[in-house]
């Protein structure tokens, strides 16, 4: 049983540029929601997709976007980046098989942005 | 909409003393809470969840927590702490499906030796 990966694990884009962050999912898990964390901050819920679709989101702007693919892995789209989207990326695999069960979370992708 | 509070920035503590973590949490519908550590340069790794049932809930590495849903609060107990717990723990809130967890600023906990 693999664990939830993210690529790449660091990455630095200059202001105004478009990064992808990639997150494969745990074995058996259909859901994939990312997580925003700043520096001494927790993390802040950007969005979550269910079967390739959005299924909720948080207090991100539109330039915030995703991916879900058939085999659940995930992509983060981020466009027109500003100097305060420098931070931990946090990917986090789920199954919608039973209620809440456990969330696992990848290392992150540590973006900087210049 | 559901938030969380970790009263606490910062708790040092020496080694095999007792610590707290405090937690607060407010919410409308009924809430799943959980606890997550992380260490440097690294995700986050479940330490324990209440979902129903008892209130007392263990989970990894010798943690505890209580749900004390008149006081709203979720708070995180070891009864002695080693140097390896030295990390930033945080504390999450959610409706049943998990797709929108919300968490606090977390705690950073050091252990002295």
């Known amino acids: 049983e693999t664990g939830v990966t993210q690529s790449p694990t660091h990455l630095i884009k200059t202001r105004g540029q478009q990064v992808t962050l990639r997150c494969s999912s745990q074995s058996g898990h259909n859901t994939v929601s990312w997580y925003q964390q700043a520096l001494g901050q927790g993390p802040q819920f950007i969005f979550q997709y269910y079967r390739e679709e959005e299924n909720g989101r948080g207090n991100f702007p539109p330039r915030f976007s995703g991916l879900q693919f058939p085999n659940y892995s995930s992509e983060l789209n981020v466009n027109a980046l500003e100097l305060d989207d420098s931070a931990l990326y946090l990917c986090?695999?789920?199954?919608?098989?039973?209620?809440?069960?456990?969330?696992?979370f990848g290392q992150g992708t540590r973006l900087t942005v210049v | 909409a559901q938030s969380v509070t970790q009263l606490d920035s910062q708790v040092p503590v020496f080694e095999e003393a007792p610590v707290e973590l405090r937690c607060n949490y407010s919410s409308s519908v009924s809430v799943y809470l959980f606890w997550y550590v992380q260490y440097p340069n690294q995700g986050l790794q479940l330490l324990l969840k209440?979902?129903?049932?008892?209130?007392l809930v263990k989970g990894i590495n010798g943690f505890e927590a209580e749900f004390n849903k008149s006081q709203t609060s979720f708070h995180l107990r070891k009864p002695s702490v080693h140097i390896s717990d030295t990390a930033e723990y945080f504390c999450?809130?959610?409706?049943?499906?998990?797709?929108?967890?919300?968490f606090g600023a977390g705690t950073r906990l050091t252990v002295k030796p």
């Open positions: 986090a695999s789920s199954s919608m098989a039973g209620k809440n069960t456990e969330a696992f």
């Open positions: 999450a809130v959610s409706g049943p499906f998990a797709n929108d967890m919300r």
């Open positions: 209440y979902l129903s049932g008892s209130t």
